[in-house]
């Protein structure tokens, strides 16, 4: 399969799932396309951590990390938000909270309790390759 292919199949399939947290939310967007780009396993290792927003928020601090953006340095290469390339991660600054979303070239998409949400350039404060 190409990139494409991969990137539209894991989007497909994660947005496809409703939203729950520790489940299918945008941080398992994130960790599936990971997982896809890179024939890793890390869904399985973060895999029912937390049920709700504090539980999401008590875990990553577990884990030593106040940012979602610390937190996906220690498991992919940073770069620029300008640089991503389609299916790298994001970290999207919207509102007083951190979300992860997936590079579709000139925008990013996330997944949200409402569904998935399309920002531009100017809401991301960090990006990693993800495969």
């Known amino acids: 399969m190409t990139r494409f292919q991969i990137v539209e199949a894991t989007l497909t399939a994660e947005l496809a799932k409703p939203y729950e947290y520790g ?3 945008c941080f398992f967007l994130g960790i599936a396309m990971i997982d896809a780009l890179s024939c890793s396993d890390l869904r399985k290792k973060y895999s029912k951590d937390y ?3 504090l539980g999401a928020q008590k875990a990553l601090r577990k884990r030593g990390h106040k940012s979602l953006v610390t937190f996906f340095e ?3 290469e940073p770069c620029a938000p300008a640089q991503a390339r389609l299916g790298d991660i994001v970290i999207l600054q919207l509102g007083p909270h951190e979300h992860v979303g997936i590079c579709l070239g000139t925008r990013f998409v996330t997944k ?3 569904g998935k949400s399309y920002h ?3 809401d991301c404060i960090a990006a990693f390759r993800a495969g």
């Open 23 to 25: 489940i299918a939310d």
């Open 51 to 53: 049920r709700t927003i």
């Open 74 to 76: 220690t498991i992919a």
């Open 112 to 114: 949200t309790d409402a």
């Open 120 to 122: 531009p350039l100017s």
